[in-house]
């Protein structure tokens, strides 16, 4: 097993260097330093640690990685401008290289923030002072990796909804790059009581021809009765190492749908994580990933009922091939008290060859008597009879294939409720399918 | 003799690496020409659907099988599509996240040269056409094959399949069972609709009461993995009345070797 070392990308004087540039308040200075006390206190993980096992840690590795402090350049690429054309989200900004490069801000709704962190920092410090480091942080166990970004993080996106606001247009954020290293960013969400918003991250980029490790942390803060549509999409290049972690608290009566999708990148971790904090709240958790050509895809989940009458409901499906694999770890975890829980977990793996291989660890913590909870994991390969019936109309073995590999992922496709981000994850798994005519148009 | 025939040639197979299930069947049926197939229950009737369909659950040891005078014994079942075969199955699966319109439109293009795909307007006249043979809905295309059909609606989309496709020759394995008279007619009515100098079909049944629906040109009986008589449509009635023991007496096979070939 490979073990992980630092390499001193992140030194004591490059922290400091990186908090007179931003020219933070002293509070997050201090914040960061404290991080990064956590960070050099923290051991990497091992193939020991539960949370990390059968990962194939050297993949994650980040030694000899020089910061990312700026972009190359703040031009936005045509892939990107594609891409914004084509989402859901209708207020954008694009941040590459831990700089905002382009903004399209369209929302006027009273009260509504959706910014960048650091001109929210500026303009909005109380209120991103009250939340930053208030769900992911050094005393809710932060981790290796959510602390290395806790400390460098270089900026990212802050969405407000005060009470009682519905924000009508789907918001989201571009995140790109155009050089190797080691970068951090960060996404806050607030939503108030009985407020409502649709947000989106989108990780892509050109080929870089260098390697970049990206962190990324999602902090998510749902008040009473909120609801959050909250789409991770990563597609980045295969340069790409993405190590991220979503975080929600729920109060009563929030309602949280995720979807995580990997697509894109060398290796990516991602960590989704709930905890429902208030009665009645409901999590609805649903992960996409398909991996090819050697790609490493790694989840770790947990739905921590905190509090009793609430809701989770996880189903993550993969299809792999071409010496690809996957790791799926999942914990319900239940806290006395909690009855009535409902809560559901399931990981489903389709394997289209022999050199592929997925593992699925699903778990269980129930530490209350009244509760519903099931967890089921399944990896296979395709069904014979399915793809003899579809060759036997005449498909072609390549095309069965992708009738196959779609059906698979209808499950999860089918409860995407935006019509945009629903395509194009269609059409990257179709391109990475080798169906003719898609690559062209991605 | 014209070669425009489905042809089964001397077919020795098993289960792959298993029990020896056909020993020598010889059947054919001229294009044009619909033919029945009776027979007991383990007397490998079903298997020889799948087998001519290239499922790869099972192994020929010998003889041959030609469409047209061609063996296809070497082809993959999309290969076999193409040549001009189709079989409506016992137990059609299910594939969740496509639907019949676009499954249909894989399938016919699988069979056209890259850059003439089916057109637009074409395909809809066709499927619309299928359609209304089977007395179907017409939002029936647009369902995710085969999830949550009925029994019955599955032999349906089967045959509604076979008549969009237009294969040269069709094997009907138990299309009629589990079927109630009036979804019986439909599916006949659709069988039917198919038929003519360019179409053969080999029609797979348990029951005689599929025949008065479609009238077979000759029946043939399999027992012991081998076509053991081959007459008129009269052979159908008589079979219907008298069972299969007088055929097997006559032909010196016990029920039993039937039921072995099913273990």
Not at chain 1, 227 to 232: H, I
Not at chain 1, 375 to 387: A, K, L
Not at chain 2, 55 to 81: H, M, T
Request: charged share 25%.
């Amino acid at each position: 097993m490979a073990t992980l070392t630092d390499g001193a990308v992140l030194t004591a004087e490059a922290l400091e260097a990186l908090i007179a540039r931003l020219g933070e308040p002293d509070w997050l200075a201090a914040e960061r330093r404290a991080a990064w006390r956590t960070y050099q206190a923290t051991p990497f993980p091992t193939g020991r640690d539960e949370r990390w096992r059968y990962t194939q840690l050297n993949r994650f590795a980040i030694d000899g990685l020089e910061l990312v402090d700026a972009p190359r350049d703040t031009g936005v690429s045509d892939r990107i401008a594609m891409r914004i054309t084509d989402s859901d989200a209708e207020g954008t900004l694009v941040l590459k290289g831990g700089e905002l490069v382009r903004e399209d801000r369209r929302l006027k709704q009273a009260g509504v923030i959706f910014t960048d962190l650091r001109t929210a920092l500026r303009d909005h410090e109380d209120l991103v002072r009250k939340h930053l480091y208030s769900v992911v942080n050094a005393g809710d166990g932060l981790r290796k990796y959510a602390a290395l970004n806790a400390a460098l993080w270089t900026n990212g996106t802050f969405v407000y909804v005060p009470k009682d606001v519905e924000v009508e247009l789907p918001l989201g954020a571009f995140h790109t790059a155009d050089r190797g290293g080691l970068a951090g960013g960060r996404t806050l969400i607030v939503v108030e009581r009985n407020a409502k918003v649709t947000y989106l991250d989108e990780f892509t980029c050109e080929p870089l021809g260098e390697r970049l490790v990206n962190t990324g942390v999602t902090e998510i803060v749902l008040g009473d009765g909120a609801k959050l549509r909250y789409v991770s999409l990563q597609n980045w290049s295969r340069d790409v190492v993405q190590l991220n972690t979503i975080r929600a608290h729920l109060a009563r009566d929030a309602r949280l749908e995720s979807l995580t999708v990997s697509l894109g990148g060398d290796a990516a971790r991602a960590e989704v994580e709930v905890s429902l904090q208030g009665p009645g709240s409901e999590s609805e958790m649903l992960g996409l990933y398909f991996a090819d050509e050697g790609q490493h895809y790694n989840q770790y989940t947990v739905q921590h009922h905190a509090s009793h009458h609430a809701h989770s409901d996880l189903l993550f499906k993969g299809a792999l091939r071409d010496a690809s694999s996957a790791v799926y770890s999942g914990v319900i975890v239940v806290d006395p008290g909690a009855q009535k829980t409902d809560a559901y977990q399931t990981n489903r793996n389709l394997l289209l060859d022999g050199e592929s291989e997925a593992v699925s660890i699903p778990q269980l913590e129930i530490k209350a008597n009244d509760v519903k909870c099931s967890h089921g994991s399944t990896t296979g390969p395709v069904p014979e009879d399915q793809r003899f019936y579809l060759m036997s109309r005449g498909l072609r073995p390549e095309v069965a294939e992708h009738v196959l590999v779609t059906g698979f992922l209808y499950e999860v496709m089918s409860r995407v409720t935006l019509p945009k981000v629903a395509q194009y994850v269609e059409r990257v798994v179709q391109a990475k399918l080798g169906v003719p005519g898609v690559k062209e148009k991605l | 003799m014209s070669d425009n025939r489905l042809e089964i040639r001397n077919l020795h197979a098993r289960i792959a690496g298993g029990e020896t299930i056909l020993k020598g069947v010889d059947l054919i049926v001229p294009s044009g020409e619909v033919h029945a197939l009776m027979g007991p229950n383990g007397s490998g009737k079903s298997t020889l659907a799948k087998l001519m369909a290239g499922d790869p659950s099972y192994e020929v040891l010998d003889g041959d099988i030609l469409i047209d005078g061609e063996s296809v014994l070497e082809l993959e079942p999309d290969e076999r599509a193409r040549a001009g075969l189709y079989l409506a199955f016992q137990y059609p699966v299910e594939v969740p996240g496509v639907s019949i319109a676009n499954f249909l439109r894989l399938a016919l293009n699988a069979r056209r040269e890259e850059g003439d795909e089916v057109g637009v307007m074409e395909f809809y006249a066709k499927l619309q056409r299928a359609v209304k043979a089977l007395d179907w809905d017409e939002s029936i295309i647009e369902r995710n094959l085969h999830e949550g059909f009925s029994g019955g609606e599955k032999k349906r989309s089967e045959v509604l399949q076979l008549l969009v496709l237009e294969p040269r020759y069709a094997i009907l394995d138990e299309s009629d069972s589990g079927l109630d008279v009036d979804a019986l007619k439909v599916v006949a009515n659709g069988v039917n609709a198919a038929r003519g100098p360019n179409f053969g079909a080999l029609v797979i049944t348990h029951y005689q009461r599929l025949l008065n629906y479609i009238v077979p040109d000759m029946v043939h009986v399999m027992s012991s993995g081998r076509v053991i008589e081959s007459g008129p449509k009269e052979l159908a009635m008589d079979l219907d009345a008298k069972g299969y023991d007088w055929i097997r007496e006559k032909h010196g096979i016990t029920a039993s070797g039937d039921a072995v070939a099913h273990a």
